[in-house]
């Protein structure tokens, strides 16, 4: 197998530089009519047939045989049982990684609160946890247990009292570190269903699946499109893109580091990005030859190829100022300081999913067992959204208590903005807990 890269080479300096890397950055998630036509045909028919549409789906998508909805069910006993079945090495990973995920998200959680004015009023924000959340995994070979503790550790968290995850086996396949995975997160129940028959299963319920409030966790484009259409239904995470990864390196980091780390992201799939930024040309050129040293060495050589010659480039700037005003315009998933100092360029970070701060810190640690989440946002989304977190898992509900003083001085207030808006019965409601007295005034 030969493989070779022709990365990207951008520079910030060239007029027109930021039309290059628009066209860089586009990626369109968009499903076709064929795609979306067969989702909503798919969603129809759970709604309407329920257990029966899973297991025919399953049949002939999966080439599982499934005679019955019995058969796509996992106890609490299989998921142990696959705590028994990986390595003692594999489960002291898992383990330590929940460990780590779960500390930090232990901090997240956000408390009830309320605070009483002067005449008396009460106002406040009573935090709940939703009912049931589901979690989508990918199967069979390309499958994620570390997703499954990232999506399903701050669900309990927060306090959602089950967690219902759906992960297809093509062909029988059980994925015995995803089961694992599950057992130690605390997931409630498994069905071995996917596709887009399993985000309408979630979303509306079926006689064995039951209904959630929240579907979480990646998907391939069925999966995708089908979150897209059951939103309003239930709550979704995200529409995620491909993974990114945007290096900001001083040109003091081993080349090979940042090649390797580059390589990280790209190896996910051919439409993953791997962006470097320096200022130094010279180390640019050091990069560039690592990747062309290290590539043949990859077990997923080709897909790094494809991703890095497809979506790939190197970005020369000014200096680092420059490099971190493009950062910010890229607001990538995945962002690495590799520099001398990252803290004193954090404060100038306004865009990002997760940084990694210092030369010795790679993007895969976050992947796996840093502690904070890996479910971030792509696309340049990281403009206006966050990393999956308990709060993701939480809802809020507004408190107000009105003193008998309070509901009359209020309702002054009201009146008038009520009558403004024309709303004679809103204007009303308030008035009549304007105390006799003041109306008197």
Known sequence: MTVSTAIARLNAADPDFARH???????????DDAVN?????????VRERGDAALVEFTQRFDGVDAKSIDDLILGRERLELALTRITPVQREALEKAANRVRMYHERQKQDSWQYTEADGTVLGQKVTPLDRAGLYVPGGKASYPSSVLMNA?????AGVAEVVMVVPTPRGEVNELVLAAACIAGVDRVFTVGGAQAVAALAYGTESVPQVDKIVGPGNIYVATAKRHVFGQVGIDMIAGPSEILVVCDGQTDP???????FSQAEHDEDA??????????????VAASIDKLLPTMERAEIIEKSINGRGALIQVRD????????NRIAPEHLELSVADPQAWLPHIRHAGAIFMGRHTSEALG???AGPNHVLPTSGTARFSSPLGVYDFQKRSSIIFCSEQGASELGHTASVLARGESLTAHARSAEYRILTQEKGN
């Open 21 to 31: 890397l628009d066209h860089l950055l586009s990626w369109e998630s968009v499903s």
């Open 37 to 45: 036509q067969r989702v909503l045909d798919i969603i129809k028919a």
């Open 153 to 157: 550790i701050p669900a309990k968290v």
């Open 256 to 262: 090979d580091w940042i090649a390797m780390d580059l």
């Open 273 to 286: 990005q791997a962006i470097l930024v320096s200022p130094d040309a010279a180390f640019l050129d050091r």
């Open 320 to 327: 680092m100022q420059q490099a971190v005003e493009v950062a």
């Open 367 to 369: 992947d796996y067992c």
